[in-house]
């Protein structure tokens, strides 16, 4: 990691995908048919603590909408990113390092997919979550809410040891509301496939 500064984040992500509940990515180390055939997924996080180099990222929020047209383990995928707008600059330039997988950490391991990286984009970003509720506001871009799934005693089913680049410990959700649109994306992923955890990354 010799070009990067040290990094870490503490916080919460989650994420609205295309395909049918449950996503068999997961299942198969990113080689199976997605069940639509392509992937169109926005990841969306928050940051309660975490710092790059010397400039703090506490409380700010970032999202990346990935496209792959078929298996996301086959690639040719495309990455779009968006950063808080109300950090300064500094915060904004750290945020589109770590987010774009420059940086290394679990953002990377997006990178062997993606062959189209677009520039990233600052934008008004709402994250809020209460109880097994997600939701992402980013007007004229992005709003999606999704709800983890309950099983035994209406407490919500977790999966455990699942190979996803953000977390092998992921909360198995679905879309209520899920739409997307920038660039040449177009997702409406209401009622299809979500996770949620929390996550702890480091680097260096």
């Known amino acids: 990691m010799s070009n ?9 992500y989650f994420e609205s995908c295309n395909c049918t ?4 990515c997961l299942l198969s180390h990113l080689a199976a048919n997605p069940t639509e055939g392509h992937c169109d997924v926005v990841l969306a996080i928050h940051i309660n603590r975490g710092s790059y ?3 703090d990222l506490s409380g700010l929020n970032a ?3 990935l496209s792959t047209p078929g298996p996301m383990g086959q690639g040719n995928g495309v990455l779009a990113v968006y950063v808080d707008s109300r950090g ?3 915060q904004r330039d750290a945020l589109g390092k770590i987010f774009s997988g420059a940086a290394g950490g679990p953002p990377s391991l997006f990178s062997p997919l993606i062959s189209k990286l677009l520039p990233t984009k600052p934008a008004a970003i ?3 979550m209460e109880g097994r509720q997600r939701r992402l506001s980013m007007p004229g871009l992005a709003e999606i809410a999704i ?3 309950t099983g035994a005693n209406q407490n919500v089913v977790w999966l455990e040891n699942v ?3 953000f977390s092998s410990h992921l909360a198995v959700a679905q879309g209520k509301e899920s739409h997307y649109r920038d660039h040449d994306f177009n997702f409406n992923n209401s009622g299809r496939n979500g996770h949620f955890s929390p996550i702890n990354w480091s680097v260096g």
């Open 88 to 90: 300064s600059a500094e």
């Open 21 to 24: 509940v449950l996503c068999p």
């Open 63 to 65: 999202v990346q909408a």
């Open 126 to 128: 709402e994250f809020a």
């Open 147 to 149: 709800e983890g799934l």
């Open 4 to 12: 990067t500064e040290r990094w870490r984040i503490e916080g919460e």
């Open 163 to 165: 190979s996803h680049p």
């Open 53 to 55: 180099g010397a400039v």
